[in-house]
């Protein structure tokens, strides 16, 4: 069983550090940054894993329409080859309300410019050149990137079916958040497993990240997710998972409760098909010191 964390990237760069050098330290098979509103997630990973030996850094997610395709291979490479090969590179569509209020691009046809983004993107990762001209970009190098690293591996945030099966068929996965162990097990398991045999590739990664508190009072911390979290019961993608889980909000999906509670909790994520756990603790100071614990010991295990 794979366990990992979600970085807290709110403080500075040398806590994030520290925070990698103890999951590194417990056990844990990956730490993984969020790119929303904060630091650079790619640039993060490139300093942390510089200083930080023996577990894989992975983006959760990068979203696509901000970065040119020619432009992410670079910057993915260049971190794979500062960090040792230790990249995964999780990608993803964002929301409209992201690509179209605050970058100002079209959010229409979001299949089809992942998969022509997908067309731009692997080739380079893979050390080709590109010429491609599609419908939503186009993209084209004068030979490969020049930059001395091995391919990462590419992981679509991917909710719905269409995505679902690029993510199987393409890429080398799913990361998902927000999304409970009976929509994993009836939904995202079965339909990317079965877009990646039909493509002739390896089994998938399925990495399924959920808030977690280890607390003595379960009802405060579903209270407090119910808050922190807010916004992903709003947001589309997310909350037709949520519909689809049988869950009011992100507090019916968080993981909370006594060490016994989480444990089942997570182990529930991997009995669904997860191939890989990725806990984002939250709560209070001692909340999320019970939350890495345990993290630690279910890693030692």
Known sequence: MRYGVMLDTSGSIDEVIKE?????????????????FGYDALTLLAVVGREVDGIELGTAVVPTYPRHPIVLAGQALTTQAASGGRLALGIGLSHRIVIESMFGHSFDKPARHMREYLSVLLPLLQGQAVSFQGE?????????????????????????PVMLRLAGSVADGTVTWMTGPSTIGEHIVPSIARAAKEAGRPEPRVVAGLPVCVTADADAARERAATTFAIYGQLPSYRAMLDREGAEGPADVAIVGDQDAVASGLTALFDAGATEVVAAPYGSDEERKRTADLLTSLAGR
């Open 136 to 160: 939503t970009l186009k993209g084209t190098t004068m030979g490969p990137l020049d930059v001395k690293a091995k391919p990462p591996p590419v992981l679509l945030a991917a909710l719905a």
């Open 20 to 36: 990698t050098r103890w999951a590194a330290q417990g056990g844990l098979s990956s730490v993984w940054s969020p790119q929303i």
